[in-house]
């Protein structure tokens, strides 16, 4: 089955101490995102790849980068966690290539981050 | 700044009853929107989407959509209490950016047995 995959799905580290979270797809999809979701909140847009091209929000830390080194894969790297970074991460893929698209979000079961 | 709006709830029905979940948007150029459910501790799970005007059925869900209004809502009939969860309303708001989804924080739904 197609699908959106992330490893692991939960992640301790220590404060300011790096950490990188993966996501990879088997659906083909142009696009991908990362979002942050703290508990009862909305998930935060943190910045997303059109096929190759990163796009930021203006508000995600420098702290957060993203890596995208092919179609398939897409990386969050938290270069030091702070307490308040502790959420779940989500990636979440789109096309925006077929007619039959409305744009659609799918999404990985995410990424438990602990901070300690 | 655009926004999209839904009562967090606790919303609380009876198993078997219809619950009705709404949604308002500030963004008149809205051009799709979605209907995720969400799990405690799990991640979001498309529902349904709808982009014109009306009414859009699919098993036990309807999306209803009143552009002129700037307001979506989701109906869900027979309800279970597998369908506890919260309901997170996103928005395409078009643009340079429209594959990009605006959240709204969720309305928690409570089925009772």
């Known amino acids: 089955d197609a699908m959106v995959i992330q490893n692991p799905r939960y992640q301790v580290t220590q404060f300011g101490k790096p950490v990188t979270l993966s996501c990879s797809q088997t659906?083909?999809?142009?696009?991908m995102y990362w979002y942050q979701q703290k508990s009862s909140q909305a998930p935060k847009l943190l910045f997303h790849?059109?096929?190759?091209?990163?796009?930021n929000e203006a508000d995600t830390p420098d702290n957060f980068q993203s890596r995208r080194p092919n179609t398939s894969f897409c990386f969050l790297d938290i270069r030091s966690p702070g307490l308040g970074d502790a959420a779940m991460y989500l990636c979440?893929?789109?096309?925006?290539?077929?007619?039959?698209?409305?744009?659609?979000?799918?999404f990985g079961p995410g990424t438990r981050l602990t901070v300690l | 700044q655009k926004e999209v709006e839904q009562n967090s709830g606790p919303l609380s029905v009876p198993e078997g009853a219809i619950a009705s979940l709404n949604c308002t948007y500030s963004d008149r150029g809205s051009q799709s929107f979605f209907w995720y459910r969400q799990y405690s501790g799990k991640s979001p799970e498309l529902i349904m989407f709808i982009y014109s005007n009306g009414d859009k059925e699919d098993g036990r869900f309807t999306a209803q959509l009143n552009k002129a209004s700037q307001y979506v809502s989701l109906l869900i009939r027979d309800s279970q209490p597998s369908d506890s969860a919260t309901y997170l309303c996103a928005v395409n708001m078009g643009g340079g950016s429209n594959y990009k989804l605006t959240f709204g924080k969720g309305t928690l739904l409570t089925v009772n047995p």
């Open positions: 979440a893929t789109s096309s925006s290539l077929s007619y039959l698209s409305y744009n659609e979000q799918f």
């Open positions: 659906l083909n999809h142009n696009v």
């Open positions: 790849y059109y096929d190759k091209d990163f796009n």
